[in-house]
């Protein structure tokens, strides 16, 4: 596993430690539907609740959702004022992650210090 893959994972436990995805009572938004079919709704195309959402957000950004899942993630974070700030958050420190991605930019000291708390959270290889 790759260290941008290792530092999703981490992100995704601080928003479950904070209440977000899959937290209880996080004060996320859940859409009337819980993803069921169409005839269950309806009519109305499948919702996702937020923490459908948020576990695709990841699939999402990478573009690796089937074109379905792609539609109804992105029609979460388009109606969603509690998910939209996540997405635009972890949608923007990937691009700063992808501009950033092997060029030493940072004083050694502080690369060194980042190194050994990866290090002694497991997530250096």
């Known amino acids: 596993m790759d260290a941008i893959e290792r530092l999703k994972q981490v992100v995704a436990r601080l928003l479950r430690a904070a ?19 169409e005839s269950a709704n309806g009519g109305a195309p499948p919702v996702l609740t937020c923490q459908e959402a948020l576990e695709r957000l990841y699939e999402f950004l990478d573009g690796e959702l089937p074109s379905q899942e792609m539609e109804l993630v992105e029609a979460h974070f388009h109606v969603c004022s509690r998910c939209y700030p996540v997405l635009q958050f972890e949608s923007a420190f990937l691009e700063v992650l992808e501009r950033v991605r092997g060029r030493e930019t ?9 190194m050994s708390t990866l290090e002694a959270e497991g997530l250096k290889e």
Do not use: H, I, Q, V
């Open 19 to 37: 209440g977000g995805a899959g937290g209880e009572g996080g004060g996320w938004s859940t859409p009337a539907s819980n993803g069921a079919d």
């Open 106 to 114: 940072c004083p050694s000291e502080l690369r060194s210090r980042l």
